[in-house]
């Protein structure tokens, strides 16, 4: 059977608060629109390929508790909902656009929280009351194969944010917060903890690339007080947090992982890679594409006869321009591919242009000093 593939990732759905990253409801709801004639010729897959949902940097109830347990994540996503309403009610379209259409989201991230079976069950409720239309709404965990397509967000091809699948949601936490809750990697809690108080004051700081660039520009006072307070960070919860909550698993913070991380933090290496595991996955397994996001960057490429896709992103995402001294806004994509149980027959990378405004470094600079710094 014929069928379409459209694959969004890292849409970043937020609470519509200052963390929120996503922005372009309309150019991204219109987009998924355009392909829904589509369905009159065949079954159309809606593949949200992970980071759908920030619910990292969503606030509970204004602030950020490190242990998520279902009833947080269930609180969430009332409120990314009325955020972002349009996105919902898209949805509820997408299923009918054909008797087999589905939608697929795959964990990412910033949305482990769909391991949940109670905010699965919810996110159905919101898009579709009817129970045979719910039944063509799917949560597979972090990867889907089909037919020849191999879908993945790409975290779990990274070392710093990948997961044991089978253990992400903590069981025996009775001692701790009396629920289950989601056993997230060291990196999400320290976001929690330390990097969410410098984003709520300057929520452009990581829509800006390249990252270790622009950090470079800033006035030196803020530049200090991010470098300087992640260093403090790294060495106060290696060496004295993690042993005041030894019997918190969300607090571990091992020798390897430490290295790691000061390793990147001396490097100044803050962009994320995934491309070489990607590529030997491909390379090990049968499947003719691996599509995964992940990394922001928007990419299509060929590998010995078979697909690289990166489907970017959607995030308020923008790129320096250094000889024009401004920050244009990156283009948004996602992927279209035409194909059956045996081959591909069209596999495309469709980009759309931002409608966002750019910004020049000046007002960056401008906008930075004015942030209130306290001691760390
Ligand atoms: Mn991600």
Not at 98 to 124: A, M, T
Not at 162 to 178: A, F, R, W
Not at 295 to 323: C, F, S, V
Not at 334 to 345: F, G, P, R, S, T
Request: hydrophobic share 35%; net charge positive.
């Amino acid at each position: 059977m014929q069928k379409l593939t459209l694959i969004f990732s890292d849409t970043e759905f937020g609470e519509g608060n200052a963390t929120d990253d996503f922005v372009e409801d309309e150019l991204l709801i219109e987009t998924i629109s355009k392909n829904f004639h589509y369905g009159k010729e065949y079954p159309i897959d809606f593949i949200f390929n992970g980071d759908t949902f920030d619910f990292l940097k969503a606030p509970y109830k204004g602030k950020y508790p490190r242990h998520i347990t279902e009833k947080i994540s269930l609180w969430k996503i009332e409120e990314i909902r009325k955020a972002h309403p349009l996105f919902f009610t898209t949805l509820t379209e997408c299923l009918k656009t054909n008797k087999q259409s589905r939608i697929i989201f795959i964990h990412g991230n910033h949305d482990f929280d769909l391991e949940f079976e109670g905010l699965q069950k919810r996110l159905k409720e919101i898009i579709t009351k009817d129970k045979e239309e719910q039944k063509r709404i799917l949560f597979p965990g972090f990867e889907f194969t089909d037919g020849q397509i191999h879908i993945e967000h790409g975290s779990q091809l990274d070392e710093f944010f990948k997961v044991e699948p089978d253990k992400l949601v903590y069981n025996s936490p009775n001692q701790i917060v009396g629920e289950p809750f989601l056993l997230s990697p060291w990196g999400y809690n320290a976001i929690y903890e330390h990097y969410i108080a410098i984003k709520e004051k300057f929520p452009l700081i990581e829509r800006l690339n390249p990252r270790a660039r622009t950090i470079e520009l800033l006035p030196f006072k803020l530049k200090r007080k991010i470098l300087g307070g992640t260093l403090w960070y790294l060495l106060k919860v290696f060496f004295w947090t993690q042993w005041k909550h030894k019997e918190d698993p969300l607090y571990h913070f091992t020798l390897p992982e430490f290295k790691k991380y000061m390793y990147n933090f001396f490097k100044g290496e803050y962009e994320i890679k995934v491309d070489r595991h990607a590529k030997r996955k491909l390379k090990r397994n049968n499947f003719k594409a691996i599509c995964f996001g992940h990394t922001h960057r928007p990419r299509l490429w060929k590998i010995k006869g078979k697909w690289m896709l990166n489907t970017g992103n959607w995030r308020d995402e923008y790129q320096l321009n250094e000889k024009e001294k401004m920050y244009y806004p990156k283009v948004k994509s996602y992927a279209y591919i035409l194909h059956d149980e045996k081959e591909i027959q069209k596999i495309e990378l469709k980009k759309i242009k931002s409608k966002q405004k750019a910004i020049s470094i000046k007002e960056i600079k401008d906008y930075a000093r004015k942030i209130p710094l306290v001691p760390n």
